[in-house]
């Protein structure tokens, strides 16, 4: 099996999360230039075995596509002609920077490094990450109890 990349695009920045090979645990890997986020995959690919790409995909409130979206379409494009073999999927990305600042905090991360948008960016992708594996188990869960009990869910 192999990981799962989250990518939280940014016209400057992307930061960047893998999961483990075992695909249980979300976690950072860098935060890249936009300008050389193909580079830096292509390199990566190299090494590790990736089966998905997920992207962010900014929503407002309302659940319609941000002005973001007008950055992200182009770059998902680029992503599935440059690995064409990788599917690429999106996951909502409302809140993560928002979370990403209050994970941070809690932690005890220094204020110094919490302003640094690149570690915001990095910690935003894994929260990406971790809730499509979460949205993953569940439908997965979901159905094979569908499956065990045909016709309880109505």
């Known amino acids: ?5 989250a990518i939280d695009y940014g016209q400057k920045r992307v930061g960047l999360a893998v999961t483990d090979p075992g695909r249980i645990i979300a976690g950072p890997l860098t935060t890249v230039a ?5 580079p830096f995959l292509r390199r990566y ?4 075995v990736v089966d ?6 900014p929503r407002q409130m309302n659940n319609t596509p941000s002005e973001s979206v007008k950055f992200i379409d182009p770059f998902i494009r680029l992503l599935r002609k440059e690995f064409p073999a990788i599917p690429v999927e999106r996951a909502d990305e409302r809140f993560s920077s928002m ?3 209050q994970t941070m905090l809690a932690s005890g991360m220094k204020k110094k ?18 809730s499509y594996l979460e949205m993953k188990s569940f439908e ?4 094979v109890d569908e499956n065990a009990n045909p016709g309880n869910g109505e």
Request: no cysteine; proline share 0%; hydrophobic share 50%.
């Open 34 to 38: 936009a300008r050389d986020v193909i």
């Open 1 to 5: 099996m192999g990981r799962v990349i």
């Open 140 to 143: 997965h869960n979901r159905a």
């Open 113 to 130: 490094d919490r302003r640094d948008k690149g570690t915001v960016d990095m910690v935003s992708a894994v929260i990406i990450l971790q």
């Open 99 to 101: 979370i990403a600042q």
């Open 45 to 48: 690919l190299e090494t590790e």
């Open 52 to 57: 998905i790409f997920v992207v962010g995909e």
